[in-house]
Nanobody, 120 residues
Framework: QVQLVESGGGLVQAGGSLRLSCAAS????????MGWYRQAPGKQRELVAT???????NYADSVKGRFTISRDNAKNWVYLQMNSLKPEDTAVYYC??????????????WGQGTQVTVSS
């Protein structure tokens, strides 16, 4: 299995910055892609950013130009640099790892989540 541990969340004022980190361990050789998702109170979990093993990046429209996802391949860590934070960014942020089980099936592993709160 794959284990994911997030860190870096906290309380910040609007316009500030935070950097989230996710450390992957276990069967990391099987990870195809990693990313960040978030879930605000009363809302569904949504994609924030993903990065594939080949370095392909994908961002939600709401964070483009403000957030940057990156990966340290040697250490199997993934990061999310969040700048110009807005109150609507307040959510629990989850690290995700996508693992192919077979050519027809994939499995998502999730971290425990880290709280990001942006005050006005």
């Amino acid at each position: 299995q794959v284990q994911l541990v997030e860190s870096g969340g906290g309380l910040v004022q609007a316009g500030g910055s935070l950097r989230l980190s996710c450390a992957a361990s276990g069967s990391i050789f099987r990870i195809n892609a990693m990313g960040w998702y978030r879930q605000a109170p009363g809302k569904q979990r949504e994609l924030v950013a993903t990065i594939t093993s080949g370095g392909f990046l994908n961002y939600a429209d709401s964070v483009k130009g403000r957030f940057t996802i990156s990966r340290d391949n040697a250490k199997n860590w993934v990061y999310l640099q969040m700048n110009s934070l807005k109150p609507e960014d307040t959510a629990v942020y989850y690290c995700n790892a996508n693992v192919p089980i077979s050519p027809l099936r994939k499995y998502d592993y999730w971290g425990q989540g880290t709280q990001v709160t942006v005050s006005s």
